[in-house]
């Protein structure tokens, strides 16, 4: 199987990993409710918006076109070419990762002020930009490693940078308490960041690991199939990796304005600031994260999709990829009925056992119909990625935060948080019916 199939190889391993690492982070949340509280996790919450829009920015985009650049290894074992790649990813990376850490420090105040609309996130947001840096670093690395289709790297990051995170709060958390002091929020933040640099440690080390041991293969092994510069390289990757890190950053954008407003329409629609953030974080760092939690088989999938599409769109494969697309909606389709019945039937049970909130219950069972249509864009994402179509899905990400938007401005003040749900839903519906339209024409058209 390893030989002939690394794609479901790779799946597997990412998948058993990914299952263990959010198993781990599921009570991760769970202890996280219990220690800081509704409120506290709203506030840790709201740090998403500027996380995710560092790592749009700093090492999204170029990830996906490492991969891109290192799957034909698997077919020229021009392993130098693949190094070269990776190199001109960090000469790319590495100066935005640097000014991201200096700005977010700099001007952490006046970001959480005016961007995050809530003050006691100015500390927490210097201590996260200390961990960008290692963010980037090992995500362009698990980007090279997905490429040549050895996901065991990432996989083991991915578990360890987990484990790193949990251990550490627990730890600070608990000589914090045994000198009678109350943990902050902030334990969480720098957990985060000695999760980041650890797993980046790791994963230089791999890759180092990996170099040498191919510097060993005498030369006539080594097909000579890209002789591409660093900077000639360099130069490929900004085209392919800048209109995919333009769109992450503008959906970023957009996906800021809409966590931020959530608290603030919610105060409109007649809570106060803290019951507010109290039902912000149930829904980001309760609800939401066990809704997610099955996407580690899919995630697995999709992150692997992208190099198995792109080569057979090399070698003008075209049966391959009707092959891969036919069967990665069939299973995501499945998979995504069989979550959606488990949470309708065990989703409040869950809020009460794990969170004991009521109200994690109750957004559960809204969520729940999102999984076939979560999978399924997924999937179909990564397919339009590996077609060089990453144009389009930022179109339609606009599209469907859009529509969200519409949802957050102007049903949360009439109805409250359920009018965000019902959003949710209908963006991701919307969302995923565009990228099968837009699968099926470039499948139909390239055949």
Known sequence: MRKNNPFVTGTLILTLAGFLSRFIGFFYRAFLSRTFGEEGMGIYQLLAPAMALSFSLTAAGIQTAISKFTASETTTHDHRASFRVLCAGFLLS??????????????????????????????????FALSIPFCSVHSLINGYFYGIKRAGIPALTQILEQLARVGSVFLLCDYLRAHNQVPPIACAVIGLTIGECFSMLVSLAAVYLRAIRLCTIPARQTHAGNHTGIVAMTGKILTLSAPLTASRIAVNMLQSIEAVSIPTRLVIHGFSQAQALSVYGVLTGMALPLIMFPTALINSACVLLLPVISEADETNNQGAIRNVVRKAATYCSLFGIFCTVCFLLGGRFAGRMLFKSEMAGSFILTLSFICPLLYLSGAFSSVLHGLGKTGITFFFNITALAARLFFVFWLIPAIGIQGYLYGLLLSQFLMMLMEMGAVKYYVRKRG
């Open 94 to 127: 590495m100066p935005l990762s640097l000014g991201c850490t200096w700005f977010i420090y700099q001007y952490a105040d006046r970001i959480a002020t005016d961007f995050l609309l809530e003050a006691r996130t100015a500390p927490l947001l210097r201590i």
